[in-house]
């Protein structure tokens, strides 16, 4: 567990060994996040729930891992649910964490899977005692919490579309072996991306149009920016999508080209030893009487006539410019 209350002028941080030590902070007067890093410990989360007066179906929504982003007004505290996004494996894969956030009067509770988070630059910016984290209620640092889960999705977008971008060129210059299957990597990223995007925009559609008073109005205009920001990032990953299907085309045809450069190339090959296989067949006959088997220069002027017929051939289709 971490604990941070904050205020205008007042910002403690604390991690609280159990539930005894977060009950001060509900009697003061200063807001606190209270950040739970794991979700499994069934005593703790019956604690909390008992303390801060959790619906029994809010906490089974919050142990329940994998829900679907979603938002769930319970008059005195919001639920809200979504899925955290990062990067890992050096770049390669996206891990997917559930984050369950609740939103009381004076407090904001998150619960993860694990300890790892994306809200270093909130900590950062609770650190500001001028900025608005300090200043504005809790319903804008939830705004900032979620914003910055999307923000996270802006930048998993922006790899996908370089990894795009890097995959094209080399198809395109052939410098670099690329497989069918890295292609359909980045579109499953880009549908992992869109499952979640789609429902959190839903969330915070109907959290605009919420009527709850823990909902102040001096923060509908920081939920559109980030609603907006949902509908661009749903826009471009539809326009990914459709680059993922140009690159597939180009990745075929560019296989399909290869193909037939081998094609032509066994087949110029087969040509020229067409009329070579010709004469060899006609010399190779056992017949008893042919002349030029008892020549002197029969052997010699054979492989002239061969050579000769390659050459004519070689320029012959130059001249075609077949190759």
Do not use: C
Request: net charge negative; proline share 3%; glycine share 4%.
């Amino acid at each position: 567990m971490e604990i941070i209350a904050f205020g205008e002028h007042f910002l403690q941080k604390q991690i609280p060994k159990d539930i005894e030590e977060i009950k001060p902070f509900l009697t003061g007067d200063h807001k606190f996040w209270l950040n739970i890093t794991d979700t499994r410990d069934a005593q703790l989360m019956s604690e909390l729930a008992e303390l801060f007066d959790i619906h029994p179906m809010a906490v089974n929504d919050i142990r329940e891992n994998r829900q679907r982003p979603k938002i769930e007004d319970y008059n005195h505290f919001i639920l809200i649910v979504v899925q955290m996004l990062y990067s890992n494996n050096h770049g390669l894969d996206i891990e997917s964490e559930q984050v369950s956030i609740i939103l009381g009067k004076n407090y904001v509770i998150t619960f993860q899977e694990t300890p790892f988070d994306i809200f270093d630059q909130i900590r950062i910016r609770l650190e500001n005692p001028n900025g608005r984290m300090r200043k504005l209620g809790t319903d804008y640092f939830v705004y900032a919490l979620i914003d910055a889960i999307v923000d996270e999705y802006y930048a998993l977008l922006e790899k996908i579309t370089l990894r795009i971008e890097m995959l094209e060129d080399s198809i395109v210059s052939r410098d670099k072996q690329v497989k069918l299957s890295e292609i359909y990597h980045q579109r499953k990223y880009i549908q992992q991306i869109k499952k979640v995007i789609w429902p959190t925009r839903e969330l915070l559609s109907v959290w605009r149009k919420s009527e709850n008073p823990l909902i102040k109005k001096r923060t509908s205009p920081f939920i559109n920016d980030v609603y907006e920001q949902t509908v661009e990032v749903m826009e471009n990953l539809e326009m990914q999508r459709e680059s993922i299907t140009t690159l597939v085309e180009i990745f075929m045809t560019d296989i399909s080209l290869k193909q037939n450069e081998v094609m032509k190339t066994l087949t110029i090959i087969a040509t020229i030893f067409i009329p070579l296989t010709f004469l060899a067949g006609v010399y190779g006959m056992n017949f008893e009487f042919m002349p030029e088997l008892s020549w002197k220069y029969g052997y010699w002027l054979t492989w002239l006539v061969f050579i000769g017929i390659s050459i004519m051939m070689v320029f012959y289709f130059k001249r075609k410019k077949w190759f």
